[in-house]
């Protein structure tokens, strides 16, 4: 179990965690919401292409990569079509049972216990809010960054970035890039947070640690994870050419 921090953080000033694939076990059920969107139109999607192609895009981006990759042709309307079909899925897949990964709500409170915490994700906002909402967590969020909310989804720097702007300006301190950590599942994830100038650490429940490598720490998940790594990460400079 995670413990506490004895004392306020040394170094460490602010989480932001990504969501699906660390906070909530939802990419396997993003996966069959995505493959039953496109069985109606007569496409397959297997899980091995899906992760190792896809998995770092919001909804739009997906379609459109996949959409480009398959030389389908697809217009705007028909993206915006397939998204909220998706979006319907997806919803009949989340109330079929809880979502989170264990240890993941002991973690996040004792964090904002600590420290400003943020979302930075490529998820909709309303899918992102159900569930902490429904876990009680909702509150404990200073900012949420979501799809849309950004021109470009990760692997950009935007998300991070703007979730981190707004933790600073919301949060009343001059909090630094630095002493900031992104908790990331994936590697484009992990770039993105990089970008912004984000200390990173990789959970492995999408991926194997050795695809992780942009990551400064790697643990299997938030129930492995204790603030004072943290706060120890933060206190020691950046990994260069990771």
Sequence with gaps: MTQPLSSAPKHLQAVIFDFDGVIANSEPLHLRAFQAVLAEDGLELS??????????????????RLGADRSLGWHERHIAELVARKGVKLQQLLHAGAVLFPGAADFIRRAAASVPVAIASG?????ILEVVDAAGLGALFATVVASGDTAESKPSPEPYRLAFERLRARSGNHLQPARTV????????????RGAGLRCVGV??????????????????????????????CGRPAAVGR
Excluded: K
């Excluded at 992104?182 to 947070?193: F, K, P, T």
């Excluded at 991926?207 to 204790?226: F, H, T």
């Design 47 to 64: 899980a091995e292409v899906y992760y190792s192609r896809y998995l770092g895009y919001d909804d739009v981006g997906l379609f459109q």
């Design 123 to 127: 998820a909709l906002r309303h899918e």
């Design 182 to 193: 992104a908790i990331e599942d994936s590697r484009w994830g992990l770039v993105s947070a």
């Design 204 to 233: 492995t429940t999408s991926y194997p640690a050795g695809e992780l490598r942009e990551a400064e720490v790697v643990v299997g998940g938030l129930a492995d994870l204790e603030l004072e790594m943290l706060d120890d990460l």
